[in-house]
């Protein structure tokens, strides 16, 4: 069980925080990830569905958790029992037992009697709340389960029975809750972004022309498991040239040629807590001066959206302060025409910058949580974790972008907690001065 920052006391007080506001005769029924095949008889490496190991810890897959407010045994999980048969082949199991002894059920049930063990727990329930759609053959047995459940309490409310009045999806009261991290789930954070830090270290260390991108994704990934974190928080993007203007550029394929940008966009996880941070370097460790152009203003952008992350402003404030610099940049650059005002309107932007400029960070990397609240941009409280990532892309074929821009793709990202007085940097000790990534690529 992971534990060593977030531990079993912290995930009994989120059950506690999401039943108060669920309320007296509700219930919510949350279902954990399922293994899926990667091909022939391998699965992929199975990771916790977020929501679920949110609330429970529990990181096997097959599970179902049960959260009825103000019963005699609030929280129940349905597992997979032990089998020491299954555990000579890959491990054992918590089973019912260690799924009250190690994570806190009130009670536990084998999985196996999930369809008579639900209604008897929904029993006198007006308030369900689940959420409908899941694909997983887990999710959809749940699912009709559950529509059956409710049919049958449609049909005895002749016969006096408690008739369910609402069905809700949770997760936008579970979201609520991740959204303002815990200092628990800050130091797991930074566990995740410092590990990011020393592969991004050893991977501009070791990049040299001639490598393959994929050799430079293994420093980084060597370098987080030597480093503890067992997974990393997302597939890393590694573009070098032109790949760089590809966003979620994966296939990480490609030779790196004297001259490239290297664009490293890449994070670890720590306890499903995961890093991202973007850095780009020249492979050969010299910026030309268009390079280095495009990369000051990309620099300076995400400067001005990180001074503009503070209590009380507004999500979309600090993306709305970067794209002021950068199209100011495209400007200077000789690309756009015109007054900032005017080309915000049109989007002139758009060919060279497509994407925001933050996104939630936590136990995803895109991580749960609203952008708009009541219509309106949600306003930063001490506690959430975003990133500020601004970028400038001029892929090759893109027109009107003078000749000795094309194929510079620049992201610079960084993790950013919202405190008290304002905010903190919490990947700041990664590199990003041009002066000193010259001075350490290749070193």
């Given at each position: ?335 756009l025409r015109g007054d900032i005002d005017g080309l915000i309107e049109k989007e002139a932007y758009r060919p060279f910058f497509v994407h925001g400029t933050s ?85």
């Open positions: 069980m992971a534990g060593t920052f977030v531990g079993p006391r912290e995930f009994a007080a989120r059950r506690r925080r999401l039943m108060q506001a669920l309320g007296p005769g509700s219930a919510a029924v949350f279902v954990a990830g399922s293994d899926s095949r990667r091909n022939g008889d391998v699965d992929h490496p199975f990771r916790q569905d977020s929501t679920f190991f949110y609330l429970t810890g529990f990181e096997e897959p097959e599970a179902v958790a049960v959260l009825r407010p103000g019963a005699k045994q609030p929280f129940t999980l349905l597992v997979r029992p032990h089998d020491p048969v299954q555990a000579v082949w890959v491990g054992p199991r918590a089973g019912v037992e260690g799924a009250c002894a190690t994570y806190g059920a009130d009670q536990a049930f084998p999985i196996e009697e999930l369809d008579e063990r639900l209604p008897e727990m929904l029993r006198g329930v007006k308030e369900l709340h689940y959420s409908m759609g899941q694909t997983a053959p887990l999710a959809q047995r749940v699912e009709r389960r559950l529509i059956e459940h409710v049919a049958a309490r449609r049909e005895g409310a002749q016969r006096g029975a408690t008739p369910l009045e609402t069905w809700r999806d949770p997760e936008p009261l579970v979201d609520g809750l991740r959204l303002l991290k815990s200092p628990a789930e800050v130091k797991a954070l930074r566990k995740a972004i410092d590990v990011t830090g020393a592969g991004i270290l050893a991977a501009m260390c070791g990049v040299r022309p001639g490598m393959h991108e994929y050799e430079v994704q293994a420093i980084l990934e060597a370098t987080y498991r030597s480093e503890g974190a067992v997974r990393d928080g997302f597939p890393a993007i590694v573009a070098t040239g032109a790949n760089s203007c590809t966003l979620h550029y994966t296939a990480n394929r490609a030779r790196i040629a004297d001259g490239d940008l290297l664009l490293m966009d890449t994070g670890a996880e720590w306890e499903l807590y995961s890093a991202d941070v973007t850095r780009t370097v020249p492979a050969n460790g010299r910026f030309t001066s268009a390079q280095r152009a495009v990369y000051d203003v990309v620099l300076a952008a995400q400067a001005a959206g990180i001074a503009k992350t503070r209590p009380g402003a507004g999500f979309h404030d600090v993306h709305n302060a970067a794209l002021r610099v950068l199209i100011q940049g495209l400007v200077d650059l000789k690309v996104h939630w960070l936590g136990l995803d990397v895109h991580d749960a949580g609203p952008y708009r609240t009541g219509g309106k941009s949600t306003r930063l409280e001490p506690g959430m974790v975003l990133t500020v990532e601004p970028g400038l892309y001029f892929a090759p074929e893109t027109k009107g972008v003078p000749a000795r821009l094309k194929g510079i793709g620049i992201r610079i990202e960084d993790d950013v907690l919202v405190t008290e007085r304002g905010r903190e940097n919490l990947s700041e000790g990664i590199p990003s001065d041009p002066d000193a990534i010259e001075a350490i690529i290749g070193g």
